[in-house]
């Protein structure tokens, strides 16, 4: 390789780079223009324009899902007894409901639903013929005259909730490791007059 071909190459590389940096210069400034005029025009595409967050989304889709199953409670027509410990979806009673030994958590779920072997749900199977309560014998055995109306009981029951009788409305109120407390406590001092082995 000689002088004047290494000179020549260097030549052609000069005019190459000019020529690529003129153009490139040129293609920036257009496409600066362009983006310039583009946040000028009115969007077109899919809503949202702006991005969202994943903690967004699933933020929304968790509303969306405690809405739809709330909708679903309110005009379903049975469960008559749940409906009254049960207003609305409640994540806090979930979350405490989910940390439950199976035992508790058996126990809990006859207590809300009545499907326990409380007297009156025993009457309803057929398995036995008296659906009052063991201890008063002067209202049905059931979760919400043991745990609100159960005259034998009131001592206790104001050792828990600071009243001897509660409502339905007071019931839906008090958290649900009380009901459970309640019961279990009942259970160990009544085993053979009350019937709260859990879901039947």
Not at 161 to 190: A, M, T, V
Request: hydrophobic share 40%.
């Amino acid at each position: 390789m000689n002088i004047d071909s290494s000179f020549f190459k260097l030549q052609k590389i000069k005019q190459e780079t000019i020529f690529f940096e003129t153009w490139g210069s040129t293609l920036n400034e257009t496409a600066d223009e362009l983006a310039k005029q583009a946040t000028l025009m009115d969007y077109v595409g899919p809503e949202p324009a702006l991005g969202l967050s994943m903690m967004n989304v699933k933020y929304e889709i968790s509303q969306w899902s405690v809405q739809e199953q709330n909708r679903r409670w309110r005009n379903i027509k049975s469960c008559r007894q749940a409906k009254q410990f049960m207003q609305v979806v409640n994540i806090r009673l979930t979350q405490y409901v989910v940390r439950l030994s199976r035992k508790d958590l058996r126990l809990l779920v006859g207590l809300l639903t009545g499907h326990n072997t409380l007297n009156r749900h025993l009457t309803l199977l057929r398995r036995i013929d008296d659906p009052l309560c063991p201890l008063c014998k002067e209202e049905e055995d059931t979760s919400l005259h043991l745990l609100g109306n159960c005259c034998a009981i009131a001592e206790k029951r104001c050792e828990f909730f600071g009243r001897y009788f509660l409502g339905p409305g007071d019931l839906k109120q008090e958290h649900w490791s009380i009901l459970l407390s309640l019961s279990l406590h009942f259970n160990s001092h009544f085993p053979g007059e009350l019937g709260l082995a859990g879901v039947y």
